[in-house]
């Protein structure tokens, strides 16, 4: 069939026209597919994402819980060091206060013992034995103190000092150690003032004295200050073996000695080991020099205090001093649980003329009292008497019961400020152990002249 030439451009018209639309069909067809295609594939990764942050999550979780309990762990044992540290600190302050019992009833015995012995062989022997107990007693102190800076207990009480005041008993103290052994000791007079605890900076210079002693086989020992603005350097030189430049910071651990000074006595290798802890505490810096061979300086450094300030205390300090008069014929009644050192005590009351009472305790005291017919002068009273009753409410209890303020003195191996605020609360004198026989005189010349 033959169609027209119109006819034939017609179709091919419509013809071009169906494939135009077939082809926008198409295209559309497959930018559909195409979308589809794309968000399945973000469904897919967002899945994916979600197992990731699922499983890191899951991770991080353990990681909380491990940490935790590694937390646990550690909080755990740094109880245990801390109670293993306190245990420490209170048996060895416990241990020591029992220590210094026996040492305090063989003092003042001695003391006793020194003014009946008058041949020559007998002092020599009693002040032999007076520097082995000396020795012993700054043992005690030294365990004491390293006790007391551990557990916290030990405050530093900064003030101006004058260098003179602790120059002067320094001297007196070591130049019969130093004559002994040979040696010459310079102490260099100073006008200068530091700010720091007297008795700490004390215990300081002690124990640089005493080391430099110790290991000077021959020569000199020198301390002196020397001024540099507003700080003051203490030093101490002597001219022994030198320690060498590896052991320099060794020395200052506990337990660490060099080798052996004077007598072949090397100490028990806590004195420098103090020197570091006190300066600590002071905010103090302490620095050695040394040449083997040639000997060592050990330097602190301490803030410098206005001189004149110290003066002026000084001399208000003079002029306040009271002269103490004589014990003979005064009642003292003690009341000390320690046999030991009761009759110690005992002894060297009754060698300055005092009338004596020994008791136990409170309910001892008030028969010995009821015995003696009247109230003694005064009353020495140890602090921790047995079956928990303490010397202060004895005295108490004694004013009470006899409608007298009795003068009376706490004795302790108790160290702590505890102890020393329980005593000024009552308004009592308070004397530490292994007491100084003169300084007990004095405090009980001191409250029955009141």
């Not at 103190?145 to 009480?157: M, N, V, Y």
């Not at 101006?160 to 310079?186: C, D, N, Q, V, Y």
């Not at 430099?212 to 002196?224: E, P, S």
């Not at 005064?330 to 050192?341: C, G, H, Q, R, T």
């Amino acid at each position: 069939m033959n169609e027209s030439p119109e006819t034939v451009r017609q179709l091919e018209r419509e013809t071009a026209k169906l494939k135009k639309i077939n082809a926008a069909l198409m295209s559309r067809v497959e930018r559909s597919i195409d979308q589809q295609h794309n968000a399945f594939s973000l469904f897919e990764t967002a899945i994916a994402l979600d197992h990731q942050v699922r499983s890191r999550t899951r991770q991080l979780q353990d990681a909380l819980r491990s940490l935790e309990r590694s937390n646990e762990s550690l909080y755990r044992a740094k109880l245990q060091a801390e109670e293993a540290s306190s245990l420490k600190s209170s048996v060895l302050i416990s241990v020591t206060h029992d220590l210094l019992q026996p040492l305090n009833a063989a003092r003042l015995t001695l003391s006793s013992l020194a003014e009946l012995s008058e041949a020559g062989n007998g002092a020599m022997l009693v002040e032999q034995v007076d520097r082995s107990l000396a020795t012993l007693e700054e043992l005690l102190r030294t365990l004491l103190d390293i006790s007391k800076l551990d557990a916290g207990a030990l405050k530093p009480e900064a003030r101006p000092i004058a260098m003179a005041s602790l120059f002067e008993p320094l001297h007196a103290e070591f130049a019969p150690i130093a004559a002994k052994r040979g040696l010459s000791l310079t102490i260099v007079p100073s006008s200068a003032a530091v700010v720091s605890d007297s008795l700490m900076l004390r215990r300081i210079l002690q124990n640089l004295l005493a080391n430099a002693l110790q290991y000077t086989r021959g020569g000199k020992v020198l301390m002196g200050c020397r001024l540099s603005g507003d700080r003051v350097s203490i030093e101490v030189h002597d001219t022994g073996p030198g320690i060498p430049k590896a052991q320099q910071d060794a020395i200052f651990l506990e337990f660490q000695r060099g080798d052996a000074g004077f007598g072949d006595q090397a100490g028990f290798g806590l004195g420098l080991s103090i020197v570091r802890r006190f300066a600590t505490v002071l905010g103090h810096s302490v620095q050695v020099r040394s040449r083997v061979g040639h000997g060592s300086a050990f330097v602190v450094v301490v803030p410098r205090a206005d001189a004149a300030v110290v003066a002026a205390e000084r001399d208000e300090a003079k002029a306040a001093q009271f002269h103490y008069s004589g014990l003979e014929g005064s009642k003292v009644l003690v009341i000390e649980n320690d046999p030991a050192s009761a009759e110690a005590m005992a002894s060297l009351l009754e060698k300055w003329g005092c009338d004596v009472a020994t008791t136990v305790s409170t309910a001892d005291a008030i028969e010995r009292i009821g015995a003696l017919g009247r109230v003694p002068d005064a009353i020495i009273a140890d602090l921790h008497l047995d079956n928990g009753e303490r010397g202060i409410d004895a005295v108490d209890e004694l004013r009470q019961r006899f409608r007298s303020e009795i003068p009376a003195l706490i004795v302790t191996a108790d160290y702590s400020d505890g102890a020393a605020r329980e005593a000024a609360l009552f308004g009592l004198e308070l004397l530490k152990k292994p007491i100084k026989p003169a300084e007990m005189r004095a405090l009980l010349s001191f409250l029955l002249a009141r």
